[in-house]
Nanobody
Framework: VQLQASGGGLVQAGGSLRLSCTASGRPLGGNSVAWFRQSPAKEREFVARITWNLGSIFYADSVRGRFTISRDSAKATVYLQMINLKPEDAGVYYC?????????????????WGQGTQVTVSS
């Protein structure tokens, strides 16, 4: 599976962005797709995940209520809609995929990674 993330940019605090993660190489059936983020001097942090088959969703507490993860099966794309962005949301956002539907919030549990897209939030 190859993953291509896009949609990052510069936004003011309180603003919105939508990230996209498009998969290619093989169908994602049976997989989970997640978003992680990483800022300088911090470990890669789980943000949200969705299962491809049933669309089961799980969020990190820090983004619940502000971020929405969704998928478009026809486009093989997972989205992360982010609203009310805060400076602490800034970082490089990565999409990742793994085989299986269980909730996994550790980066090491994901086999496939996109290249990352930068999100900058100005205060």
């Amino acid at each position: 599976v190859q993953l291509q993330a896009s949609g990052g940019g510069l936004v003011q605090a309180g603003g919105s962005l939508r990230l996209s993660c498009t998969a290619s190489g093989r169908p994602l059936g049976g997989n989970s797709v997640a978003w992680f983020r990483q800022s300088p001097a911090k470990e890669r942090e789980f943000v949200a995940r969705i299962t491809w088959n049933l669309g089961s969703i799980f969020y990190a507490d820090s983004v619940r209520g502000r971020f929405t993860i969704s998928r478009d099966s026809a486009k093989a794309t997972v989205y992360l809609q982010m609203i009310n962005l805060k400076p602490e949301d800034a970082g490089v956002y990565y999409c990742a995929a793994r085989v299986g539907a269980g909730v996994r919030t550790v980066a090491a549990d994901y086999e496939y990674w996109g290249q990352g897209t930068q999100v900058t939030v100005s205060s």
